[in-house]
C-alpha cells in the first residue's frame, strides 16, 4: 500500500537543552578549552595575514603575536591576539550562532586564493569549549574595519548574552575566562604552560606566556626538504626527544595529492628488543597537536619510528582529540609505507657500505614490515640484508647465488642454515663450515618470525638452524655413508642408549657420520624449536606452550667409541654410554645441577 504524506517540516532544537551539551560533553578533556581559544586567536591572526597579502588589508600588521595571561587574583585566564577581531555583527553570526563557523567561510571565501591554508577552525564549535572551565566569558574585540568600534561580548553560560560598547584601543581580541570554582586547577602557571607546550608547540604564530613564547612557528616540516641541512633535522629530533641518542636517519614526507600530508619521520637507533617506547610519533594537523595515538596512520612496523605527521585531511571528529577510520586513513598508511620502503632502498643503492653498518639497528624494522606487511615485502626483499658468521652481508638474490652450488638438497631444495648463538652452538657451526657449507646469524627475537616468512615467500628454499639434524642430514644429498655396523650392532646400540637417555620428548636414532663428528649429538627439530621459540616471543601460550622441547639423540655408528661398546661388559657400556651422552649434553649448553657435578666427579676419576 502506497503511504501518504501527512506533514513534512524541519525539526527544531531547543538551545536550553543542547547547549549544556556542548559546553560539557562534547569535548572529552577539559585542558583543550585552551588549545580551541588559542587555535582560535592564531585564525584571527592568519587571516589578517592573508587579508594583507591579498591586498584587502592595508595598515601596518605590527607585532602578531598571541598572549595568554593569568590572573590568579582576578580569576581569569585571558587568551589575546591581534588578528582581525570582531565587528558587533560579527559577534552576532559567528559567536552567537552556535556552530555557525567564520573559519569555514572565511576558507570558502577565499578558496581561489588559496585562503584555506592554514585556518585551523572547521566546526564552529571550539569557542563554547572555554565554558568547561568558566563560569562567565568575556569578549573584547575590535575589528581591523577601519572605524570599527570596539565591543563587549559576556555570556555567562545560560542562552543569554549581552553586548556593549568597550575600550580598547588596539586591533583584536582578548578573550577573558572568569574560571569556574570546580576548575580552578587551571588557574596555575605551570598548568598552564603544560596545556600550551602540549598542543600549541608548533602553532604558526608566536604564543607568549609569562613573557616567553613558549612555541616554534616555523618546524621543519613546514619547509621544503631542499632547503634543510642535516643539522636542521638533527636539532629538530632533539627538539621532540632532547635524551635520545641521534637517530640513524629520517624521511621528509611531502604529498599534496590525493591527501594533504607533511612529517618527518626518524629511525632511531633501536637496540635489538621489542622494549622500545612506541608513541613517538605526534600527530599533528595543521600544526596543532592532535594526538600521539598514531596506530591507525602508522602502520604497526612503523610505530618504532619518531617524528611528526602533519595532515590536515586526517578526519577528525569535532573534538579534534581521535580519528575517525575513513578512507583517507588507509591511504595514509599505505603512502607512508612506501615512501619509507623507497628511502631505504634509495639508501641501499646510493650507499650500500653505509646501509650494511646501519642495518643491525634497522633490520628490526625492515624485517617486522616484511613479515607484517607484503606491501612492503615487495620492495624489501631487494634491500633486506641477511648476515653470516663472517660478518658479510648477502641481499635474498646475493645469498640464493652463493649458496646454490652447495647447499641444494637432493630433491632440489635450497637449504639455508643459521645460528642464534655463535657461541652456544659453535660445534654445529663448525661442522657445518667443514662442508663448505654458509651459516647465517639470526639471532635477533623477530628472527623465528622473519624465518616462516620467508620460507613462504622464498621459492624451494628451507631455513634450518645448525643444530635442527645431524650434519648430513641438514642437507640431504644423493651420497649416502654406509654405517660400519651391523643392523643388530645398531639395534643393541639403540636399546642401550634409550637406557641412558630415557627422558621426555627425546628420541634416539643410531646412524652413520663422518668418523670426525662426536659419538653423539644432540639436535633440535627445526619446525617444533621454532614454534616454541615464536611463542616464547610472543608471550602466547600456545599448543605447544606446555611440552618440553624435543630433541633427538643421534649416535654416530661410525664412531670409533660406538663400536668399542661391543667389547664391554654391561657396567662398562653403560658407564660409557652415559658419558658421552653427557659430552653431547654439555655441548648443547644442556647439562646441568646434579648431572654436570656428576659427569665432572666421574672424569676427574678416569683421568
Ligand atoms: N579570537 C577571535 N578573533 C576573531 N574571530 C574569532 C575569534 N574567536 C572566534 N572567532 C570567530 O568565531 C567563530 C566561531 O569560533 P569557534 O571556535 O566556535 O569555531 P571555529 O573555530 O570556526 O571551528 P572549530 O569548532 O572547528 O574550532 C570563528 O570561526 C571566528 O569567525
Not at 580551541?36 to 595575514?49: C, G, I
Request: hydrophobic share 35%; with cysteine.
Amino acid at each position: 500500500m502506497e503511504s501518504v504524506v501527512q506533514e513534512k517540516g524541519n525539526l527544531s532544537i531547543h538551545t536550553e537543552n543542547i547547549f549544556p551539551i556542548i559546553k560539557k560533553f562534547l569535548y572529552s578533556d577539559h585542558e583543550i578549552f585552551l588549545r580551541e581559544l588559542v587555535s582560535n586567536a592564531v585564525d584571527a591572526t592568519q587571516k589578517l595575514k592573508q587579508l594583507a597579502s591579498y591586498g584587502e588589508f592595508g595598515g601596518e600588521l605590527g607585532e602578531l603575536k598571541v598572549s595568554v595571561k593569568l590572573d590568579e587574583t582576578a580569576k581569569t585566564i585571558t587568551v589575546s591576539d591581534r588578528g582581525i577581531g570582531m565587528t558587533a555583527d560579527e559577534i552576532k553570526k559567528y559567536i552567537n550562532q552556535i556552530a555557525f563557523s567564520g573559519a569555514e567561510e572565511f576558507v570558502e571565501k577565499y578558496k581561489d586564493k588559496g585562503g584555506d591554508k592554514g585556518i585551523i577552525g572547521h566546526f564552529g564549535l571550539g569557542f563554547y569549549s572555554a565554558y568547561m572551565v568558566a563560569e562567565k566569558v568575556e569578549i573584547v574585540t575590535r575589528s581591523y574595519q577601519e572605524g570599527a568600534e570596539p565591543v563587549r561580548w559576556i555570556c555567562d553560560g545560560s542562552t543569554e548574552f549581552e553586548i556593549t560598547t568597550a575600550e580598547k584601543a588596539e586591533r583584536g581580541s582578548d578573550i577573558i575566562l572568569h574560571i569556574a570554582p570546580d576548575s580552578e586547577e587551571f588557574l596555575s602557571a605551570s598548568r598552564l604552560r603544560g596545556i600550551l607546550e602540549k598542543y600549541g608547540k608548533f602553532l604558526p604564530v608566536e604564543i607568549e606566556f609569562e613573557d616567553k613564547i613558549i612555541n616554534n612557528p616555523n618546524p621543519i616540516w613546514t619547509k621544503n626538504p631542499a632547503d634543510l641541512k642535516d643539522e636542521d633535522y638533527l636539532a629538530f629530533y632533539k627538539e621532540l626527544h632532547p635524551f635520545s641518542e641521534d637517530p640513524l636517519f629520517w624521511i621528509h614526507l611531502n604529498v599534496d595529492y590525493p591527501f594533504n600530508l607533511t612529517g618527518v619521520l626518524y629511525f632511531p637507533k633501536l637496540k635489538n628488543d621489542f622494549q622500545v617506547q612506541r608513541e613517538k610519533i605526534q600527530l599533528y594537523s595543521r600544526q596543532v597537536f592532535i594526538t600521539d595515538e598514531v596506530k591507525d596512520i602508522v602502520p604497526d612496523f612503523l610505530q618504532l619510528l619518531h617524528g611528526v605527521i602533519d595532515s590536515p585531511d586526517i578526519p577528525l571528529n569535532v573534538s579534534r582529540s581521535y580519528l575517525q577510520a575513513d578512507g583517507n586513513v588507509k591511504k595514509i598508511n599505505g603512502y607512508i609505507t612506501r615512501k619509507v620502503a623507497d628511502k631505504l632502498s634509495e639508501i641501499f643503492r646510493n650507499d650500500r657500505e653505509g646501509f650494511e653498518k646501519k642495518f643491525d639497528d634497522i633490520g628490526l624494522f625492515v624485517k617486522y614490515g616484511i613479515i607484517s606487511e607484503d606491501k612492503f615485502y615487495d620492495k624489501a626483499k631487494d634491500f633486506c640484508l641477511l648476515k653470516n658468521t663472517e660478518g658479510k652481508y648477502f641481499t635474498f638474490e646475493e645469498y640464493r647465488e652463493a649458496t646454490q652450488a652447495t647447499q641444494t638438497d637432493k630433491d632440489g631444495n635450497l637449504v639455508w642454515l643459521y645460528t642464534t648463538d655463535t657461541q652456544k652452538q659453535d660445534g654445529f657451526v663448525q661442522s657445518a663450515r667443514k662442508r663448505s657449507y654458509d651459516i647465517l646469524v639470526l639471532d635477533s627475537v623477530i628472527d623465528s618470525h622473519f624465518i616462516g616468512t620467508l620460507e613462504q615467500k622464498l621459492e624451494k628454499t628451507t631455513v634450518k638452524r645448525v643444530d635442527a639434524d645431524t650434519v648430513d642430514k641438514l642437507i640431504e644429498k644423493d651420497v649416502k655413508l654406509e654405517s660400519v655396523l651391523s643392523k643388530d650392532d645398531e639395534e643393541k646400540v639403540k636399546k642401550l642408549f634409550e637406557a641412558v637417555v630415557a627422558g621426555a620428548g627425546t628420541s634416539v636414532v643410531v646412524e652413520p657420520m663422518p668418523a670426525d663428528e662426536l659419538p653423539v649429538v644432540i639436535t633440535f627439530p627445526e619446525f617444533m624449536r621454532r614454534m616454541t621459540d615464536m611463542q616464547a616471543t610472543s608471550g602466547q601460550r600456545s599448543m605447544f606452550g606446555n611440552m618440553p622441547l624435543m630433541y633427538t639423540v643421534s649416535v654416530n655408528a661410525n664412531h670409533p667409541l660406538t663400536s668399542k661398546l661391543a667389547s664391554l661388559d654391561d657396567d662398562a657400556q653403560k658407564a660409557l654410554a652415559k658419558q658421552i651422552y653427557d659430552l653431547a649434553l654439555l655441548s648443547q649448553g644442556m647439562l646441568n645441577g646434579q648431572d654436570l657435578t656428576q659427569f665432572i666427579q666421574r672424569t676427574v676419576e678416569v683421568l
